[in-house]
């Protein structure tokens, strides 16, 4: 066989190679070509599912997390934006409406709670707000947090804390809660308690006791906490967000 | 003191409750659930007046089931704050004896002056027991008025001209116009 050696050879060769390149790109256009399409016809399609069952979505709590879901894996936020389709449908009203409630909620119970409360105590609180037909009572967790989530745009006065076994607080006073009144809260909260004292939190969380006593001092600083003193021989912080909860209570 | 069956507010067995709070936010709603309790404590057992030293005994400020008790300076600085808005007065220097006005005295005034008035007993002489105990008055709400209390109640009244008081030794009354 004829090697390739010489000018020719290499002139030909980097033609095979753009050759090569151009059907390539050809390849990858109609590619992506074709996945908007799709996309296009699946967001069309979404579209015209969302609508049909406007209702159902927001009459049914299970049937709004799926969609969520459905929506979110997609990249789609019905939330996110108040223009074009999405704002027709009325999706994002739901959750705005409810996030006003929210708002509504913690400013009523902050008289009790200073300003921190768990989500089944909103919600409980919110439906019993909502008036009694059945659209108004399926409200389930997952729709709050979606909601209660939108509120940060309005800074650090509004955030929803994790305390851990899918449990949450909502958090609606300005200040920032640091990682260990996190940590205070997800203790009381997993161990289902109201109170604590600075020598019950160095045993469980093994801190330094100047480390627990600063962490509770400032919750009770920010009106989240009441230090009771006729305790045993150390001063027990007790928080009413947490007292109480689904007890005796009206 | 009689028993009387008290819807007690959820922070009455909150234990801190009993403890005067450090944070000032925290505390003016601490005072404040303190007042609307201690007025509504009054109203339902009917207590007029009370001796500090002697309440901090009561279920009012002493929670047995939680073992909390309020402290008897904090009470004092509680009524101290209900005598700002004529919900209570101080009977003594030292602030231990108290009389408690559910009513402040000017309510209680209109309160008294607009059953005179729709009972037509202008210009008539009244007994202070009967204000406050006779058969006619059972029912209303200044039925069972302390004596003393409601001597301070005919003042005001007394003040605007609506009446005037009998002290006499062998008649304790009331003129009304």
């Known amino acids: ?250 | 003191m009689t028993e009387v069956d008290i819807s007690w507010p959820w922070q009455y067995s909150f234990p801190p409750f009993f403890t005067l709070q450090p944070h000032p936010e925290t505390r003016s709603k601490q005072v404040a659930a303190w007042k609307t309790l201690i007025l509504d404590y009054c109203r339902q057992t009917k207590t007029y007046s009370l001796d500090v030293r002697e309440a901090n005994q009561w279920p009012l400020f002493s929670n047995s089931a939680i073992n909390r008790k309020l402290d008897s300076n904090v009470i004092i600085s509680i009524l101290s704050e209900l005598a700002k808005n004529g919900n209570a007065a101080a009977l003594d220097k030292a602030k231990n004896r108290w009389e408690i006005y559910w009513h402040t005295l000017e309510e209680w005034a209109s309160m008294i002056y607009g059953y005179i008035c729709e009972s037509g007993l202008q210009n008539s002489v009244i007994t202070f027991f009967e204000l406050s105990n006779g058969t006619d008055v059972e029912g209303q709400e200044f039925f069972g008025i302390q004596t003393e209390v409601l001597i301070k109640v005919l003042r005001v009244l007394e003040n605007d001209r609506k009446c005037e008081l009998i002290l006499a030794d062998d008649m304790q009354g009331v003129k009304f116009f």
């Open chain 1, 1 to 250: 066989m004829r090697r390739g050696v010489g000018l020719g050879a290499i002139q030909k060769h980097k033609l095979e190679q753009a050759k090569y390149t151009n059907i390539g790109n050809e390849i990858q256009e109609n590619q992506i070509e074709q996945m908007t399409k799709q996309l296009d016809v699946f967001r069309v399609h979404l579209e015209d599912f969302a609508s049909k069952h406007k209702n159902e979505i927001k009459k049914n709590g299970e049937f709004r997390r799926q969609f969520q879901e459905m929506c979110a894996t997609i990249g789609v936020d019905p939330l996110s934006s108040g223009k074009g389709f999405w704002s027709v449908l009325g999706i994002g009203d739901f959750y705005y409406e409810l996030a006003v409630q929210i708002v509504e909620v913690c400013l009523a119970t902050n008289s009790k709670n200073g300003g921190l409360i768990s989500l089944d105590e909103l919600r409980s609180k919110l439906i019993k707000a909502r008036g009694q037909s059945k659209q108004h009572q399926e409200i389930s967790k997952d729709d709050l947090l979606r909601a209660a989530q939108k509120l940060k745009i309005f800074g650090s006065g509004f955030s929803v804390v994790p305390v851990g076994n899918g449990q949450y607080m909502v958090h609606s006073v300005p200040g920032e809660l640091s990682m260990d009144h996190g940590a205070i809260l997800q203790l009381l909260s997993t161990k289902n308690l109201c109170s604590i004292s600075t020598n019950i939190l160095c045993d469980e969380l093994n801190w330094r006791e100047d480390r627990a006593k600063q962490a509770l001092e400032q919750m009770l600083d920010q009106g989240l906490s009441w230090i009771d003193l006729q305790g045993d021989d150390c001063p027990v912080y007790f928080f009413p967000s947490l007292f109480n909860v689904g007890s005796s209570e009206e």
